[in-house]
Protein backbone atom coordinates (compact mmCIF):
# COMPACT_ATOMS: atom_id res chain seq x y z
CA UNK A 1 0.00 0.00 0.00
CA UNK A 2 3.03 2.21 0.40
CA UNK A 3 4.59 1.62 -2.49
CA UNK A 4 1.02 2.97 -4.31
CA UNK A 5 0.80 5.66 -2.76
CA UNK A 6 4.63 6.23 -3.23
CA UNK A 7 4.03 6.27 -7.30
CA UNK A 8 0.48 7.72 -7.45
CA UNK A 9 2.31 10.97 -5.25
CA UNK A 10 5.42 10.75 -7.79
CA UNK A 11 2.87 10.39 -10.64
CA UNK A 12 1.26 13.61 -9.61
CA UNK A 13 4.76 15.06 -9.00
CA UNK A 14 5.29 14.40 -12.86
CA UNK A 15 2.15 15.25 -14.27
CA UNK A 16 2.47 19.12 -12.32
CA UNK A 17 6.00 19.85 -13.68
CA UNK A 18 4.68 18.47 -16.74
CA UNK A 19 1.69 20.97 -16.77
CA UNK A 20 4.05 23.79 -15.94
CA UNK A 21 6.57 23.02 -18.24
CA UNK A 22 3.63 23.52 -20.76
CA UNK A 23 2.56 27.08 -19.55
CA UNK A 24 5.82 27.94 -19.86
CA UNK A 25 6.46 27.18 -23.15
CA UNK A 26 3.18 29.82 -23.68
CA UNK A 27 4.63 31.87 -21.80
CA UNK A 28 8.13 31.97 -23.55
CA UNK A 29 6.02 32.17 -27.28
CA UNK A 30 4.35 35.24 -26.31
CA UNK A 31 8.10 36.95 -25.04
CA UNK A 32 9.42 36.18 -28.15
CA UNK A 33 6.44 37.80 -30.44
CA UNK A 34 7.07 40.86 -28.53
CA UNK A 35 11.23 40.53 -28.52
CA UNK A 36 11.96 39.23 -32.17
CA UNK A 37 15.54 39.59 -33.82
CA UNK A 38 16.41 40.11 -37.45
CA UNK A 39 17.43 37.49 -39.07
CA UNK A 40 20.23 39.49 -41.06
CA UNK A 41 21.60 40.86 -37.76
CA UNK A 42 23.46 39.05 -34.95
CA UNK A 43 24.00 40.30 -31.90
CA UNK A 44 21.92 42.78 -29.67
CA UNK A 45 21.98 45.42 -32.70
CA UNK A 46 19.29 42.68 -34.25
CA UNK A 47 16.60 42.66 -31.69
CA UNK A 48 13.74 44.62 -32.38
CA UNK A 49 11.79 45.33 -29.57
CA UNK A 50 8.43 47.81 -29.64
CA UNK A 51 8.14 48.37 -26.03
CA UNK A 52 11.54 49.62 -24.28
CA UNK A 53 13.25 53.20 -24.53
CA UNK A 54 15.24 53.60 -27.85
CA UNK A 55 18.62 53.18 -27.67
CA UNK A 56 21.44 55.00 -29.27
CA UNK A 57 21.51 53.31 -32.77
CA UNK A 58 17.39 53.20 -32.78
CA UNK A 59 17.65 57.07 -32.17
CA UNK A 60 20.21 57.36 -34.70
CA UNK A 61 18.18 55.52 -37.30
CA UNK A 62 15.48 57.86 -36.86
CA UNK A 63 17.04 61.51 -37.41
CA UNK A 64 17.81 61.82 -41.40
CA UNK A 65 20.88 64.10 -40.28
CA UNK A 66 22.64 60.95 -38.73
CA UNK A 67 22.27 59.03 -42.06
CA UNK A 68 26.07 59.25 -43.01
CA UNK A 69 26.69 58.10 -38.61
CA UNK A 70 24.23 55.04 -39.31
CA UNK A 71 26.32 54.01 -42.57
CA UNK A 72 29.42 54.50 -41.14
CA UNK A 73 28.66 52.22 -38.52
CA UNK A 74 26.96 49.77 -40.39
CA UNK A 75 29.78 49.74 -42.59
CA UNK A 76 32.00 49.44 -39.58
CA UNK A 77 30.04 46.68 -38.13
CA UNK A 78 29.78 48.23 -35.02
CA UNK A 79 26.33 48.12 -34.01
CA UNK A 80 26.35 46.22 -31.36
CA UNK A 81 28.83 48.59 -28.99
CA UNK A 82 26.37 51.23 -29.90
CA UNK A 83 23.19 49.70 -28.86
CA UNK A 84 25.14 47.91 -25.71
CA UNK A 85 23.60 48.17 -22.34
CA UNK A 86 25.89 50.84 -21.80
CA UNK A 87 25.76 52.99 -19.95
CA UNK A 88 27.47 55.10 -23.03
CA UNK A 89 28.06 58.35 -24.04
CA UNK A 90 28.24 58.90 -27.50
CA UNK A 91 29.22 62.10 -29.05
CA UNK A 92 27.56 61.97 -32.75
CA UNK A 93 28.81 63.74 -35.91
CA UNK A 94 25.93 65.23 -38.64
CA UNK A 95 25.88 64.48 -42.33
CA UNK A 96 27.49 67.94 -42.26
CA UNK A 97 30.45 66.89 -39.81
CA UNK A 98 31.67 64.21 -42.49
CA UNK A 99 31.06 66.38 -45.65
CA UNK A 100 33.58 68.67 -43.59
CA UNK A 101 36.29 65.53 -44.33
CA UNK A 102 38.27 66.27 -47.52
CA UNK A 103 37.16 64.99 -50.29
CA UNK A 104 36.70 61.05 -50.83
CA UNK A 105 37.11 60.11 -47.64
CA UNK A 106 34.10 59.23 -46.48
CA UNK A 107 34.19 56.65 -49.11
CA UNK A 108 37.13 55.58 -48.96
CA UNK A 109 36.30 54.75 -45.28
CA UNK A 110 33.06 53.02 -46.00
CA UNK A 111 35.16 50.44 -48.36
CA UNK A 112 35.58 47.04 -46.65
CA UNK A 113 39.08 47.13 -46.30
CA UNK A 114 38.91 49.91 -44.28
CA UNK A 115 36.34 48.35 -42.17
CA UNK A 116 39.14 48.33 -38.90
CA UNK A 117 40.15 51.78 -39.29
CA UNK A 118 36.63 52.96 -39.81
CA UNK A 119 35.23 51.20 -37.09
CA UNK A 120 38.28 52.80 -34.87
CA UNK A 121 37.52 56.23 -35.80
CA UNK A 122 34.11 55.54 -34.66
CA UNK A 123 34.72 53.97 -31.24
CA UNK A 124 37.00 57.11 -30.98
CA UNK A 125 33.58 58.78 -30.67
CA UNK A 126 32.18 56.27 -27.87
CA UNK A 127 33.12 57.05 -24.18
CA UNK A 128 32.24 53.78 -21.81
CA UNK A 129 30.54 56.33 -19.28
CA UNK A 130 27.40 58.17 -17.97
CA UNK A 131 28.20 61.66 -19.35
CA UNK A 132 25.02 63.92 -19.44
CA UNK A 133 26.04 67.41 -19.94
CA UNK A 134 25.79 68.16 -16.40
CA UNK A 135 28.63 65.53 -15.93
CA UNK A 136 30.37 66.89 -18.61
CA UNK A 137 30.55 70.40 -17.35
CA UNK A 138 31.98 69.28 -13.93
CA UNK A 139 34.94 67.52 -15.88
CA UNK A 140 35.48 70.19 -17.58
CA UNK A 141 36.00 72.58 -14.86
CA UNK A 142 38.35 69.72 -13.23
CA UNK A 143 40.24 69.89 -16.38
CA UNK A 144 40.19 66.25 -16.77
CA UNK A 145 39.90 64.07 -20.13
CA UNK A 146 37.30 61.47 -21.01
CA UNK A 147 38.66 58.46 -21.55
CA UNK A 148 37.28 56.82 -24.89
CA UNK A 149 36.45 53.48 -25.94
CA UNK A 150 39.42 53.93 -28.53
CA UNK A 151 41.98 54.12 -25.75
CA UNK A 152 42.13 57.71 -26.22
CA UNK A 153 41.54 60.45 -24.40
CA UNK A 154 39.54 63.77 -25.71
CA UNK A 155 39.40 66.64 -23.34
CA UNK A 156 36.29 68.56 -22.10
CA UNK A 157 36.05 72.44 -22.33
CA UNK A 158 33.95 74.27 -20.97
CA UNK A 159 33.82 77.92 -23.23
CA UNK A 160 31.83 81.14 -22.99
CA UNK A 161 29.00 79.50 -25.72
CA UNK A 162 28.76 75.98 -24.69
CA UNK A 163 30.65 72.58 -24.09
CA UNK A 164 33.28 71.87 -26.20
CA UNK A 165 34.83 67.80 -26.61
CA UNK A 166 38.15 67.04 -28.91
CA UNK A 167 37.55 70.77 -29.78
CA UNK A 168 34.34 70.75 -31.30
CA UNK A 169 31.09 72.42 -29.64
CA UNK A 170 28.47 69.65 -28.50
CA UNK A 171 25.15 71.34 -30.12
CA UNK A 172 22.56 69.35 -28.41
CA UNK A 173 22.13 66.00 -25.92
CA UNK A 174 19.95 63.32 -26.48
CA UNK A 175 18.76 60.59 -22.90
CA UNK A 176 18.62 57.71 -24.90
CA UNK A 177 18.08 54.07 -23.03
CA UNK A 178 21.47 53.27 -22.99
CA UNK A 179 23.23 56.37 -22.28
CA UNK A 180 23.52 59.93 -24.02
CA UNK A 181 23.88 61.36 -27.44
CA UNK A 182 25.93 64.39 -27.71
CA UNK A 183 25.64 66.07 -31.18
CA UNK A 184 28.50 67.63 -32.70
CA UNK A 185 29.36 68.75 -36.02
CA UNK A 186 33.00 67.33 -36.39
CA UNK A 187 34.40 63.79 -36.42
CA UNK A 188 36.75 63.36 -33.95
CA UNK A 189 39.40 61.36 -36.14
CA UNK A 190 41.96 59.87 -33.44
CA UNK A 191 46.06 60.53 -33.46
CA UNK A 192 47.12 57.77 -34.39
Given at each position: MKNNN???????????????????NKKQEVSEKQTE??????????????VSAANALQVAKSIDDFSTLVAAIEAAGVEDAVVNVGP???FAPINAAFDKLPEGTVSSLLLPENKAKLAFILINHVAPANYPD???????????????????YLIVEQKEDGLYVGGTKILKTVQVSNGWIHVIDNVLVPEE
Amino acid sequence: MKNNNLIFSLLVVIAIFITSCGNGNKKQEVSEKQTETSSDAQGQSGVVDDVSAANALQVAKSIDDFSTLVAAIEAAGVEDAVVNVGPLTIFAPINAAFDKLPEGTVSSLLLPENKAKLAFILINHVAPANYPDTQLAKEAKKGRKLYMASGKYLIVEQKEDGLYVGGTKILKTVQVSNGWIHVIDNVLVPEE
